[in-house]
């Protein structure tokens, strides 16, 4: 069996998620993503803030509607892209904000809703 890391990091080893004593977290914050209330920590992406809370799927690709989540983390690739607060963002450059509110999959959701193909 191998060891979890966590519990090795806790125990001061030097697992892959090693914390850093000297790295606080933020206030604990809540965001509405879907019509759901979604905790997170001030400070974190909401990127982040999504993947923690489960939410992997973020949107489906335009033409071919396969499902996208985050990829290069960094801005690049867009396939992070949610509605926030009314507007389009990259979830991943975005950081997690007391009551923001988030929409996953919207062209899929205005697709469905005017019945409407690609
Ligand atoms: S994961 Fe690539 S832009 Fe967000």
Redesign the pocket.
């Known amino acids: 069996m191998l060891p979890d890391p966590r519990q090795e990091a806790s125990a001061g080893g030097s697992g892959a998620f090693r914390r850093d004593p000297d790295v606080g977290r933020g206030r604990s914050i809540r965001l509405v993503v879907d019509d759901a209330v979604v905790e997170a920590f001030e400070g974190e992406s909401l ?1 982040v803030a999504l993947a923690v809370s489960g939410r992997l799927l973020l949107r489906h690709s335009p033409n071919a509607q396969t499902p996208r989540g ?12 949610v509605e926030v607060d009314g507007a389009l963002a ?4 975005v950081e997690a904000r007391d009551g923001m509110v988030v929409s996953t999959d919207v062209l899929a959701r205005a697709r469905a809703s005017t019945g409407g193909g690609g």
């Open positions: 990127g985050m990829f290069c983390l960094m801005g690049v690739c867009q396939e992070c892209v990259a979830s991943c450059m």
